[in-house]
């Protein structure tokens, strides 16, 4: 079964502190992801990577940055958290190295993070 | 812009009966479409994924049929359970050209099965 962790379920911040969310898969993909989901908004794509150190932005990037240095391990950085971003914080990843072109994403627990 | 959109928001329905959630995306341009669960505070669950080419995918109780051209996805949910409970998602990965890319979602059906 594939595996996708994620360092921490809950997470209390404070305003203009540096938050680092990590995700870890032990199915050896290719591909990482981090979205977040609001109510009323649903799941939205933060940024991906499709290899180690390749980084794209997602459809709301502002705000986050993204460090990819080993394969397994894709983490989320908040420079400067503020109140609206207190969400809940999704990773998956896809894309076995024999290349299952299904491209099935796997998705972690979630990280909801408060910022006060 | 890819919107994709799920009909109905919510479902209350008798345990045993035969539903069908809808999924519709307004760029037919896919790679694939994907149906999860959602457990309250939890992740996503992958239950069905079609690709572009396909027309339909089953596992167990459930079938999901996917009509590109007009932009629909059914998901079918056969002799429902009170464990069906939760919200379902559906999400479509677009074509690009680099060959990753992430999901749209849409925002939902949260389906209660009565016992």
């Known amino acids: 079964d594939v595996k996708v962790t994620q360092s921490s379920r809950y997470l209390v911040k404070r305003t203009g502190e540096k938050v680092f969310l990590e995700c870890v898969q032990d199915m050896d993909h290719e591909n990482m992801f981090w979205y977040r989901q609001d109510p009323g908004l649903g799941l939205r794509l933060i940024y991906f990577?499709?290899?180690?150190?390749?980084?794209e932005k997602g459809d709301i990037p502002e705000g986050y940055s993204v460090s990819r240095e080993k394969k397994e391990r894709f983490s989320l950085i908040l420079e400067s958290a503020s109140t609206n971003q207190t969400s809940m914080y999704l990773c998956?990843?896809?894309?076995?190295?024999?290349?299952?072109?299904?491209?099935?994403?796997?998705f972690g627990p979630g990280t909801r993070l408060t910022v006060l | 812009k890819q919107e994709v959109t799920q009909i109905p928001a919510a479902l209350s329905v008798p345990e045993g009966e035969n539903l069908v959630l809808n999924c519709s995306f307004t760029?037919?341009?896919?790679?694939?479409l994907q149906w999860f669960r959602q457990d309250p505070g939890k992740g996503l669950t992958s239950l069905l994924l079609i690709q572009s080419s396909q027309r339909e995918q089953t596992s167990g109780r459930l079938n999901a049929s996917l009509d590109k051209s007009s932009g629909r996805s059914t998901l079918y949910i056969a002799a429902s359970q009170p464990g069906d409970s939760a919200t379902y998602l559906c999400?479509?990965?677009?074509?690009?050209?680099?060959?990753?890319?992430?999901?749209?979602f849409g925002k939902g059906t949260h389906l209660i099965i009565q016992p």
């Open positions: 998956a990843s896809s894309l076995p190295p024999n290349g299952d072109w299904f491209d099935t994403q796997y």
């Open positions: 999400a479509v990965r677009r074509i690009s050209g680099g060959g990753a890319d992430g999901l749209t």
């Open positions: 990577s499709y290899d180690v150190k390749m980084k």
């Open positions: 760029d037919s341009a896919i790679y694939n």
